[in-house]
């Protein structure tokens, strides 16, 4: 065990060679099986992150060693799995910050992203390199998630030791994780705050650990019979997952709007990249995290909220709330209530309507698989509504006509859409949210 009871390097490799032969239920239980049975690839994306002697804290939450020994932000241009979570907890060690870089980037985006964080090294399969232009952390800094929020230009959010325990501690006990029962999959891009926020958890909880390289149904679906008990998945996944998402303990949900029916294992999450993971849970916030409505706009203040960003934009008023940027309303019960990015309001002949309001009525639409809805330049209208549609497997397209009549049925004419787009597919980031932007380059080419 390392200093202060904390684990280091030569304890997480001991940690991961002793997962192989635990039982289901334990830390690293998820690679038993990969390890007798020569399942190589099973047995390099799981870590054993339990902790000796029951220590909870792995950030320091007890006032640990890593507040005062930031200095550098290190890049980790590692795909998942126990090379990624090995290199976090090495950075740590050392004092220093990380930034998971987005493999799947191409150049060009990859030098825009550097230039935007400036970290002053990279980890990659070859080792560590020093990078030119590095900036460094404030003390307390322990990792940086990229955004590019509603402007489109890349930039960092900060968020410190004490605020990635806030975030652990205040979700673990929303779901009543027992670190000794339960095990996470993670299987989102660690690249964004939904897939890294499993790992830091995890490593918080001292929880069992399950970390994929990317998203495949038939090895998410068997995570269970290695003792995975809880999931994070944004709503493309659970699709895919169909009735075999019944295995799971809970399921945490995010990313972009829940369909309409759920499973009963589900647990609906609002958060962003700022707020380090979701910080309301079926509409409730979490310990800790107060909710506010400032002219329809939900904002927030919390533990586990952002330091700053990157180029040390402090986004907070002078009441210390947090403007997310998204739609909403607080019900009598004090539950919250998302509508959108305010940004994504369509205002047409003088009205504002909600995508996400109208993509729900669609949904239940017969021969509907997926939906999305968004506003296009209209000479008239100002902007007119388009339903973005791809067919159920084996059906034949809807009319318009028939989408028109149920939206008017529940929202009223000014919601119902004026033109129907049928696709393959929606375009999609990669934890699944609606590329809207690129809807209307897609309208415009159906015309």
């Not at 489109?152 to 673990?172: F, I, N, Q, R, Y």
């Not at 650990?209 to 998945?233: K, Y």
């Not at 759920?262 to 380090?276: A, Q």
């Not at 696709?423 to 932007?437: H, Y």
């Amino acid at each position: 065990m390392g200093r202060d009871g904390v684990a280091g390097l030569a304890d997480v490799a001991l940690m991961c060679a002793a997962a192989s032969s635990r039982p289901t239920h334990a830390a690293g239980a998820a690679g038993s099986r990969a390890g007798r049975d020569g399942a190589g690839s099973d047995r390099a994306e799981v870590l054993a992150t339990g902790l000796a002697g029951g220590q909870r804290s792995f950030f320091g939450i007890h006032g640990g060693r890593y507040a005062t020994a930031m200095r550098r932000l290190v890049a980790l241009d590692l795909p998942g799995g126990e090379a990624f979570v090995t290199a976090l907890v090495s950075c740590w060690e050392a004092g220093d910050a990380v930034w998971p870089l987005d493999q799947r980037l191409p150049g060009p985006a990859r030098a825009r992203l550097l230039g935007a964080l400036r970290p002053a090294a990279a980890i990659d399969t070859d080792g560590e390199h020093a990078l030119s232009g590095g900036e460094p952390v404030e003390p307390g800094d322990a990792v940086v998630v990229a955004t590019s929020g509603t402007t489109g230009e890349p930039k960092g959010v900060v968020l410190t030791h004490d605020a990635v325990a806030a975030s652990a501690l205040a979700t673990s006990e929303r779901l009543a994780i027992a670190p000794e029962d339960d095990a996470w999959c993670c299987c989102l891009p660690l690249a964004h705050v939904g897939g890294l926020s499993v790992v830091l958890r995890a490593l918080a909880l001292g929880t069992g650990l399950e970390v994929h390289e990317r998203f495949e149904v038939e090895r998410v679906a068997a995570s269970p019979t290695r003792g995975v008990t809880r999931i994070s998945l944004v709503p493309t996944m659970l699709r895919r997952l169909g009735s075999r998402a019944e295995a799971f303990r809970t399921i945490v949900l995010g990313g972009s709007a829940p369909p309409g029916e759920l499973p009963p294992n589900v647990v609906t999450t609002y958060g962003l990249s700022e707020t380090g993971s979701g910080v309301v849970y079926d509409g409730v916030p979490l310990q800790g995290v107060e909710v506010r409505i400032d002219d329809g706009e939900v904002c927030l203040r919390a533990p586990m909220l952002l330091r700053a960003y990157r180029d040390g934009t402090v986004p907070f008023d002078s009441d210390g709330f947090f403007h997310t940027g998204d739609g909403g309303k607080l019900t009598p019960d004090g539950r919250l209530v998302v509508h959108g990015r305010l940004a994504e309001v369509i205002v047409t002949g003088g009205e504002k309507v909600w995508p996400v309001a109208v993509e729900a009525v669609l949904e239940g639409a017969p021969g509907v698989s997926e939906v999305a809805v968004a506003g296009v330049a209209d000479p008239e209208w100002g902007e007119r509504l388009v339903a973005f549609v791809v067919p159920a497997k084996g059906a034949a397209p809807p009319r318009l006509e028939a989408l028109r009549d149920l939206v008017r049925a529940e929202l009223g004419p000014v919601s119902a859409p004026k033109e129907l787009v049928v696709l393959d597919a929606l375009p999609r980031t990669a934890i699944g949210k609606v590329r809207r932007r690129t809807l209307g380059e897609l309208a415009a080419r159906a015309r």
